[in-house]
Each structure stands twice: as C-alpha cells, then as structure tokens.
C-alpha cells in the first residue's frame, strides 16, 4: 500500500469499523482522529483544519449529508469524502454534484481509501497554504506585523476582517509592546474609513493641562494663549478613527468629557457654543483589564462599559511562542532592507535566546532585537556589553504549568520532523487531548516540518 500523509477526521458509528479503518489510514502514515458521531467532529473541523474529513453517511443523530453540509458552511474548499452503503450511492452521486470531494460504496478496498485521501490531503495542503501566502501577502503590503499562525492571532486577524466597516467603537487589551496601535490601524486600514484620517493620541504622554485641547480642540481666545482656533482630535478624526492609547492614564475630569462624546456623537469646543455632530469610531488601548476594580483605579466603570463595545485581547508573545521565529524572521528581513546589509544568518546563539526569553517587551523588544542581530550584535556581544537583566517576577503556577506543557509539545515535534503521529507517542497522550493542547497553545505541527 502507497504511503501518504496528513491529518484525517474519521467518523463512523460503528466502533469496530472506526476502529479498523483508523489502524488501516495509521499504517498508510495518516494521523487519524476518530469520532463516534458527526456532532464531535464539528467540534474540532473548523477553517483552520488542515486535514481531510471522512464519514459515513448512514449514521444516527446527524448523518453524513448533513455533516457535509455543516462542513461546507464552515469552510466550502475543505475535502469530505463520503463512505456509502449500495443504496446510497445515488444521494452520494447527488453529493458530489453539490461539492463533496468523492464518494466510497461499501465494500471497498484500503488501497481506494488511501488513494482518495492522498490526493485530498494534497488539495487541501495548497489551499491552506495558498491561503496563509495570501494572508502575509496582505499584511506585508500593508506593513502590518500581526503575522502568525498562533491560534488566537489567526481568530484576531479574522475578527478585525469581520468588524472593519463596523461602526463599533473597540476596546483593545494587551500588554506593552504587543501591537495594540498595529490592531487600531488594521482597523482603519481593512474598513470603509480607510480614505479618512487614523488619529492617534496617547493619553498617557501628555501632561493634563494640554490633554483637553488636544482632544476637544478650542477657540481662540478660549484662554490665556490661545491666539488661533484648533481642531481637536476628536473633530479631527470624524469620519475615520479615533485611537486613544493608554486610556486608563486618561484625567478623570476628561473621561466624563470624553463619555458624553461617546454617548452622543458631538462635541462643543472650548470657548465655543457650538455643537458639532461626529461621524466617530473610537478605538482605545489598555494594558491593564479594566473590568477589574482592582485594576482600573480611578477610571470610570461607566467609560469602561461604554467603550467596551467590541473587546480584543493581544496575547503576549510568550503565549504564542511557535511565532516567534516567523515574527523574528520578519523582522530581521526589514532591518537588513533598512540598515542596507545582507539578511543575517541566525546562528545557535541567536535561536537559543528566541526560544529562552521571555520577552517581557513582547512584539517591539522583538523587532530592537532583529535591528541589534542585523548589526552584528548577538547575544554574545549583548551580554559583554549590558548589565544583567533583573530576573521577571515569577508567573503563576498554572501559567507556569502551561508553558513547560506547551514546550514538551514543541520538543515533542521538533523531535519528530512535525510527524503529529510520532509526537503524540512519545507523549503518551490520547490524539483528541494533543489536538486540544496545540489549539490551546496556538501551535502549528507544520512549522517543525522540513520545507
């Protein structure tokens, strides 16, 4: 029998075949992960699956037509081979018409099965990575690095897609570094307002006494020195985006300001009785959570409620450590451009200190390290040159936990060329749990296989 490879969601009811046919794709080199029943199967067959489905069409609850139907809802260019009984064969035949990528009748030979899921899988291989050049086409046109496979950098990416041309304001949260500006901006880029002015304000770089007129603008003579009339942020952002950075450094005097804005859609300038109507979309930034009290400190719960229309979260960079290569490789690739030298080559220094820190800067301390390696400054001639960084205070023991699971995956692949199958047993792990761990942690069982 022809060896193949790839992943393959295998559904059928009946145990004793299930098991049969997951041994039989097993020995072709399939990684299988079996279902009892169509609805589990949903559960893990979404966009992002890169593997092949294959059911049974005679089955209780949800058969294997409708399983093909919810499949091609999710994503239409995702292949569903159907196993069929003899008097199903006309319902198959009408299913390939309809899209399903082949049909099997009963009784069938393994060498036809695995046949069918070698040329599956191939398709479904230059789908997803059409699909992931096509994405980094988009991003590196628009100078943008939220790149990444990471689990929930690909659902941020398809969020920003689907709420671009919302009129919702937006409340971003991450920690420094991670790329809230970069979200605001994609924001603005991917939606309608793209034609109109991006504004961005830090509320945290700006002494209070100049903060309210750079918002809200003023008229002249509205005080002491103020000769000409200006046109705040706000005003100035009608039409496009507003982002607002560091929100929770904003004055609790202005956030009152700043939620009548919101609430109605107008502003009146200092020293003005005019009021002007707005076409504003208000992204702000946090890199604390401000629904905890704990946290917010002075700023207003009701600000909070009112901006937190649409929330996203940016995971720091060592939640999603299987980008930081990509992320590093991008990098590097911009500043030998910029700097004007050949693409330095990434010796054991410099991969060992990728995979080891922590990054507490996250997205930005990565791309200053990329402008010191294009220079020629690696770890080794960092380490004579600066003071020993003063150790992180120590993460929680769950996190802690994660982290040390989430690296015994990656050895585990590493280990095995991406061979899902080999890592799964040398972890001793049940398929259905490791398939749940890499959604978890956002790894990719692609990145460790050789180009």
């Given amino acids: 029998m022809t060896q193949g490879s790839g992943l393959v969601a ?55 037509l409708q ?15 159907l196993v069929t009984g003899h008097g199903d064969v006309d319902l198959a035949v009408a299913a390939l018409k309809d899209g399903v990528y082949d049909f099997i009748p009963k ?40 790149i990444g496979e990471a689990l929930a950098i690909r659902r941020l990416r398809e969020t920003l897609r689907q709420i671009a041309d919302m009129d919702v304001d937006v409340l971003v949260e991450g920690e420094t570094g991670t790329g809230k500006e970069v979200v605001a901006d994609l924001l603005h880029r991917w939606g309608r307002r793209r034609a109109k002015p991006f504004v961005a304000l830090n509320c945290g770089a700006l002494p209070e006494t100049v903060i309210e007129s750079e918002l809200f603008g003023h008229e002249a003579g509205a ?10 942020s706000i005003e100035h952002s009608s039409g496009g985006t507003l982002f607002l950075d560091e929100i929770e450094s904003m004055p609790p005097a202005l956030q009152v300001k700043l ?23 208000v992204v702000a930034a946090t890199k604390v959570d401000l629904g905890r009290q704990d946290q917010r400190g002075d700023f207003r719960e009701d600000l909070y409620f ?67 390696v294009a220079l020629g400054l690696g770890p080794d001639e960092e380490t004579r040159s600066s003071p020993p960084r003063s150790p992180a205070p120590a993460a929680a023991l769950p996190e802690r936990v994660g982290h040390y699971e989430a690296q015994l995956i990656r050895d585990a692949l590493r280990d095995h060329a991406g061979d899902v199958r080999g890592a799964i047993d040398a972890l001793g792990v049940p398929r259905k749990t490791f398939y749940d761990k890499l959604k978890r942690y956002g790894i990719a069982a692609s990145d460790f296989r050789p180009s």
């Fill in 10 to 64: 295998l559904v059928d009811d009946d145990a004793d075949l299930l098991h049969a046919t997951t041994q039989l794709l097993e020995l072709a080199g399939f990684t299988v992960i079996g279902f009892d029943n169509a609805e589990a199967a949903l559960g893990v067959v979404d966009r992002n699956f890169e593997g092949v489905v294959v059911s049974d069409i005679r089955m209780p609850g949800m058969n294997g």
């Fill in 67 to 81: 399983l093909f139907d919810r499949v091609k809802a999710v994503d239409p260019d995702l292949p569903v081979i």
């Fill in 107 to 146: 009784p069938y030979a393994g060498e036809r099965l695995v046949e069918a899921l070698k040329r599956a899988s191939e398709k479904r291989r230059l789908v997803m990575e059409n699909r992931r050049l096509r994405e980094a086409a988009a991003l590196a046109a628009d100078g943008m690095p939220l």
């Fill in 223 to 232: 005080f002491t020195g103020a000769q000409r009339r200006r046109i705040g």
């Fill in 259 to 281: 939620l009548r804005v919101l609430e109605t859609r107008s502003l009146t300038p200092l020293g003005s009785n005019e009021t002007r109507r707005l076409d504003l979309r």
């Fill in 306 to 372: 009112r901006l937190n229309v649409v929330m996203l979260r940016i995971p720091p960079l060592r939640e999603r450590r299987g980008d930081i290569e990509m992320l590093f490789g991008h990098f590097l690739g911009k500043a030998a451009e910029r700097f004007g030298r050949p693409v330095a080559k990434v010796n054991a220094a410099v991969s060992h200190h990728l995979q080891s820190h922590d990054w507490p800067g996250n997205v930005r301390e990565l791309a200053h390290f990329a402008d010191r």
